[in-house]
């Protein structure tokens, strides 16, 4: 049974960072794509970051440059640090398992959520 639990969101203000991690088990975590995907309230959800299984890494425009992606293989966990965080970062933040994790219809497997709140 393939389960990602992610951790680490929290209210932050603006201008703020936060770590977030997704500890992924019962899948061979270095065959997968892992990335994290985001909702907020009326949208849909969306792409934010993504890291291959050769460690190359790819980022929505809206937070190049101030999110960073990455892996432990030794942990079956990947990172989301975000930084210079906005209003508009407000959302639930999913972890994400696949061959691809480019966008939801490639996703084989999604964590519970974890909420980031930014306040301005």
């Known amino acids: 049974q393939v389960q990602l639990v992610e951790s680490g969101g929290g209210l932050v203000q603006a201008g703020g960072s936060l770590r977030l991690s997704c500890a992924a088990s019962?899948?061979?975590?270095?065959?997968?794509?892992m990335g994290w995907f985001r909702q907020a309230p009326g949208k849909e959800r969306e792409f934010v970051a993504a890291v291959t299984r050769s460690d190359i890494t790819y980022y929505a425009e809206s937070v190049k440059g101030r999110f960073t992606i990455s892996r432990d293989n030794a942990k079956n966990t990947v990172y989301l640090q975000t930084t210079s965080l906005k209003a508009e970062d407000t959302a639930v933040y999913y972890c994400?398992?696949?061959?691809?994790?480019?966008?939801?219809?490639?996703?084989?497997?999604w964590g519970q959520g974890t909420q980031v709140t930014v306040s301005s």
């Open positions: 019962g899948l061979t975590f270095r065959y997968y794509a």
């Open positions: 994400a398992a696949g061959v691809g994790v480019s966008s939801t219809r490639e996703v084989d497997y």
